[in-house]
């Protein structure tokens, strides 16, 4: 997540534990086995109420803003995620873009989820002075779970740095490293400055240099407070009663995703008729609850319909018939390391996260963490 550079040696070295960060979270994409797969890091976070995550919008383009997401509490997630209470995952149900964002200069780089359920976590105190916003020569914190450029400290680890405010602009601004610098896999990760006797947050990661030594750039969050975040944090969240059982989806279908089941998505191909699925897995019913995928029978899985609970992993019975045998993945750490991605479900979707992290770090200073 954070590197040092060393006048002397140039060479690049793990940042410090962020054990007291609880409203700093990890952004993945939804896990849909309950077998031991590796979660999928795509970004970091900043809790900002206690159902509201702040992160960067460019975290969202890989599945979309309606896309399966979920979003991890705790300090380590990989290579294994810190086991409840320690460590807890809470599924998004809705994602918002900031209207003006631009993913080509990182203006308004800026997302807000709604998680499925509050938290029991402090969030970070927003700005609300104007001594709560970021000057040039100002130390700031930053705080992630992405690359250490330090093949002995991997990404998936909560970590904090400082830096120091180089630039200042309307709507954003730069910093160097004093000495931690923000990398791959940082993006939406919280940037605070101290207020008194608080830290505030004033800023979301959102880019910087290739080599991730000499220049982050992040988004200013008193721009983002009229305009986008007051209006979602006062908007009433809208109760969602699913009219569809998780065991009868086979046979069922649907209309829109709101019919469906634990925010599943509802899907029509080709006219036909809608059924409730999650987007990594066929169409299917949601039997009894299990532990692996012995106890499901031939050509079922124990696939997770929540995030955790004692009935998140349930049976899954495909409507088409047994599922293929899974492709073997790769482990976290082999092959090609992006930084943001420390592990993938499967090969394709390893090619389009490789993909698209390559395409985001591959110039200078719109390199996307």
């Known amino acids: 997540m954070f590197t040092e550079v060393r006048a ?34 795509l970004c970091s976070g900043a809790l900002i109420a206690p159902d509201v995550v702040l992160t960067a919008a460019h975290c969202l383009a890989i599945f979309g803003p309606e896309g399966p997401h979920e979003v991890y509490l705790g300090q380590v997630l990989l290579p294994e995620p810190e086991p409840s209470p320690r460590g807890r995952f809470i599924r998004v149900s809705r994602a918002v873009i900031h209207p003006d964002y631009d993913a080509a200069t990182h203006a308004y780089d800026a997302a807000l989820l709604r998680l499925a359920a509050p938290v029991d976590v402090a969030p970070f105190s927003l700005p609300d002075s104007t001594s709560a916003v970021p000057v040039a020569g100002a130390s700031a914190r930053v705080v992630g779970y992405g690359d250490t450029k330090d093949a002995r400290a991997p990404s ?9 405010v180089t630039q200042v602009e309307p709507a954003a601004f730069r910093a160097g490293p004093s000495p931690s610098m923000s ?30 030594r000499d220049e982050a750039r992040n988004v200013r969050v008193d721009a983002l407070l009229d305009g986008f975040i007051r209006p979602f944090l006062d908007e009433a969240p809208a109760p969602v009663v699913p009219t569809l059982s998780p065991e009868d989806l086979c046979a069922a279908t ?14 029509s191909v080709d006219g036909a008729p809608g059924h409730c699925l999650l987007p990594a897995l066929q169409e299917g019913s949601f039997g009894a609850t299990c532990t692996e995928d012995s106890t499901c029978g031939t050509g079922g899985l124990c696939a997770r319909l929540e995030s955790e609970g004692d009935a998140a992993c349930r049976c899954f019975t495909p409507c088409a018939g047994p599922l293929p045998d899974p492709e073997p993945v790769d482990p976290p750490g082999s092959g090609d390391d992006s930084g943001g991605c420390a592990s993938v479900p499967g090969p394709s979707l390893l090619a389009l996260l490789v993909l698209a992290l390559r395409a985001a770090r591959g110039t200078r200073p719109s390199s996307r963490r």
């Open 8 to 41: 002397q040696e140039r060479r690049v070295v793990g940042g410090a534990d962020a054990p007291d960060d609880l409203a700093a979270v990890a952004l993945i994409a939804r896990r849909t086995r309950c077998g031991g797969e590796p979660p999928v890091l």
């Open 183 to 212: 990398c791959v896999g940082d993006s939406g990760g919280p940037v605070l400055l101290r207020d008194g006797a608080r830290e505030v947050l004033v800023g979301l990661t959102v880019s910087g240099d290739v080599a991730c």
């Open 156 to 164: 998936g680890r909560r970590m904090q740095g400082t830096l120091t």
């Open 254 to 267: 649907c209309s829109r995703d709101a019919e469906c089941p634990s925010g599943l998505t509802c899907v």
